[in-house]
């Protein structure tokens, strides 16, 4: 089982700017990894997704053309900066990842992923 450990996140007026990291313990057997964020009440949803190789990425179109996803492989390290950031954007983030690839609809779901990692604030004030 890959172990995931997040850092970053915290708290931002909107408008402003806060970076997710997700390091995680073992990529060899890595497929797909994604950002997901849950907040009280509501399903996990799913943010961004990235295919290992770091071409392929997939936004949610709630947070396309302000966050980015990328994956230093070597480092095994996967970031989310998030810029312009909205109260919206407020949610506990996870970050995730699967060991088989999956067409665009199923790396969206979080049944998809098999390791998770603890789950890091962002809060974002209007």
């Known amino acids: 089982q890959v172990q995931l450990e997040e850092s970053g996140g915290g708290s931002v007026q909107a408008g402003g700017s806060l970076r997710l990291s997700c390091q995680a313990s073992d990529i060899s057997k890595i497929k797909v990894m994604a950002w997901f964020r849950q907040t009280v009440g509501k399903e996990r949803e799913v943010v961004a997704v990235i295919y290992i190789g770091g071409v392929t990425t997939v936004y949610d179109d709630s947070v396309k053309g302000r966050f980015t996803i990328s994956l230093d492989q070597p480092k095994k390290l996967m970031t989310l900066q998030m810029n312009n950031l909205k109260p919206e954007d407020t949610a506990m983030y996870y970050c995730?990842?699967?060991?088989?690839?999956?067409?665009?609809?199923?790396?969206?779901?979080?049944?998809?992923?098999?390791?998770w990692g603890q789950g890091r604030q962002v809060t974002v004030s209007s």
């Open positions: 995730a990842s699967a060991t088989w690839y999956g067409t665009r609809a199923l790396v969206v779901r979080a049944d998809h992923y098999a390791s």
